[in-house]
């Protein structure tokens, strides 16, 4: 069975810096795009960051130069560098594998920017 487990969220201080991370299971990872997307208070689900099974990356305007995607294909494992970061990045992080019609998510990690 397909599990997607993200971990890193806190709190942290406007222009500090917080690393992601998502460790998946049951799935043969190197296959799969995978990306991060958000979710503010009141707000809708928006795509962060994808770094595809080719390790192409995309980013979203608002947070290119500030964050990095990465993935290491070995650990099964997908982490998101965010760096000066701001009150607008809080929100709860999502990671999602895609494949096709398989599609997973996990169950978020809340990233709160507060002084």
């Known amino acids: 069975q397909a599990q997607l487990a993200e971990s890193g969220g806190g709190l942290v201080q406007p222009g500090e810096s917080l690393r992601l991370s998502c460790v998946a299971s049951?799935?043969?990872?190197?296959?799969?795009?995978m990306s991060w997307y958000r979710q503010a208070p009141g707000k809708q689900r928006e795509l962060v960051a994808t770094i595809f099974s080719t390790n192409h990356t995309s980013y979203a305007s608002s947070v290119k130069a500030r964050f990095t995607i990465s993935r290491d294909n070995a650990k099964k494992t997908m982490h998101l560098q965010m760096n000066s970061m701001q009150s607008e990045d809080t929100a709860v992080y999502y990671c999602r594998a895609q494949l096709g019609s398989r599609d997973f998510w996990g169950q978020g990690t809340q990233v709160t920017v507060s002084s």
């Open positions: 049951g799935i043969y990872f190197i296959w799969y795009d």
